[in-house]
């Protein structure tokens, strides 16, 4: 896994430029979990203009730039969904069950609940189905 915040940074940067937001957004978030990164000064293009007298001065400021491409995207994200119309929300905010249950590798436990929800939901006609997350009793 690659350990300099500048190339992640420029990567992400690109990303978000070209409109992959999402992928921009996942390589900002892998390059502020990386546990030891190199010095900033060693990757800066020109050399050695980030701020800060020590690495790890150095180190937090580029943390801080990625901090800020997320707020970015998050932004980007929120101005583009209240561009939607009513019908295109509802659209975006909906998924069929077997699309959900064909996309994502579910497990048993997974499916009872999903199917205990149908079930509820075709009896009652509400998805509205309380059950304690600690002890599962409804």
Same mark, same amino acid.
């Given at each position: 896994?690659?350990?300099?915040?500048?190339?992640? /940074? /420029?990567?992400?940067? /690109?990303?978000?430029?070209?409109?992959?937001?999402?992928?921009?957004?996942?390589?900002?978030?892998?390059?502020?979990?990386?546990?030891?990164?190199?010095?900033?000064?060693?990757?800066?293009?020109?050399?050695?203009?980030?701020?800060?007298?020590?690495? +790890?001065?150095?180190?937090?400021?580029?943390?801080?730039?990625?901090?800020? $491409?997320?707020?970015?995207?998050?932004?980007?994200?929120?101005?583009?969904?209240?561009? /939607?119309?009513?019908?295109?929300?509802?659209?975006?905010?909906? $998924?069929?069950?077997?699309?959900?249950?064909?996309? +994502?590798?579910?497990?048993?436990?997974?499916?009872?609940?999903?199917?205990?929800?149908?079930?509820?939901?075709?009896?009652?006609?509400?998805?509205?189905?309380?059950?304690?997350?600690?002890?599962? $009793?409804?």
């Amino acid at each position: 896994m690659p350990r300099s915040l500048v190339v992640s /940074l /420029l990567h992400a940067k /690109l990303l978000a430029a070209l409109g992959f937001l999402h992928d921009s957004e996942k390589e900002c978030i892998g390059a502020l979990e990386v546990d030891n990164p190199t010095d900033p000064w060693e990757h800066d293009i020109p050399l050695g203009s980030t701020c800060g007298d020590i690495c +790890n001065a150095r180190i937090k400021t580029k943390r801080q730039e990625i901090a800020c $491409i997320i707020d970015t995207i998050v932004r980007i994200a929120k101005l583009e969904f209240s561009k /939607l119309s009513e019908e295109h929300v509802v659209c975006f905010l909906t $998924i069929k069950v077997r699309d959900f249950l064909d996309q +994502n590798e579910i497990n048993s436990e997974n499916i009872s609940a999903i199917t205990e929800a149908i079930e509820h939901y075709k009896s009652s006609h509400t998805w509205v189905l309380w059950r304690c997350p600690c002890c599962g $009793i409804s």
